[in-house]
């Protein structure tokens, strides 16, 4: 959503500086508390969530990844 927000938004040179928002949000969503506190409070409460994790991408809509044997 602040990607497209910031695409939106985007009319001249000057307005790029806003840039940081979306990437401030990116970083904090992926790296900071939003993936990982997730990640680890699934993983208390419902066993099959590793597996889940581990064949999907944790951000990025991507194909599966391939299951174990």
Known sequence: MWWGVFLIALGSWAELATVIAP???TYILTCGTGQRLTDQRMAA?????A????RTSGFIPL????GKP
Do not use: G, I, S, W
């Open 23 to 25: 990437l401030l949000m």
């Open 45 to 49: 409460t419902r066993p099959q969530y």
């Open 51 to 54: 597996d889940y994790a581990a």
């Open 63 to 66: 194909p599966p990844r391939a």
